[in-house]
């Protein structure tokens, strides 16, 4: 699940999103705030298979997704989602 950072509401926050994924070898963060470009934020893994990565965002409505080992996931730890063109589901963050 995402986890924000609140400073003031008009600055940037950092938004922490968190995946547990032991078995994989590689885990990416893609969603319209990086126009879904798959190799801008890799995640990395802890030693006990958790990945993590730490995103500055400016408030508003993002839709993402996790790419694990070429797969897409949606985010376990977030429950909010909508229909995307591909006939699945994206998961949404309100910063």
Do not use: C
């Amino acid at each position: 699940m995402a986890r924000t950072k609140q400073k003031n509401k008009t600055e940037k926050k950092r938004v922490t999103f968190k995946l547990e994924a032991a078995e994989a070898k590689e885990a990416i963060l893609v969603g319209d705030f990086n126009s879904w470009d798959e190799k801008k934020h890799v995640m990395k893994r802890d030693n006990k298979g958790r990945w993590t990565k730490i995103v500055t965002l400016a408030p508003g409505r993002y839709e993402y997704k996790f790419l694990v080992d070429g797969q897409w996931h949606n985010d376990p730890g977030n429950d909010q989602m909508v229909p995307n063109t591909f006939g699945t589901q994206n998961n949404i963050l309100k910063v």
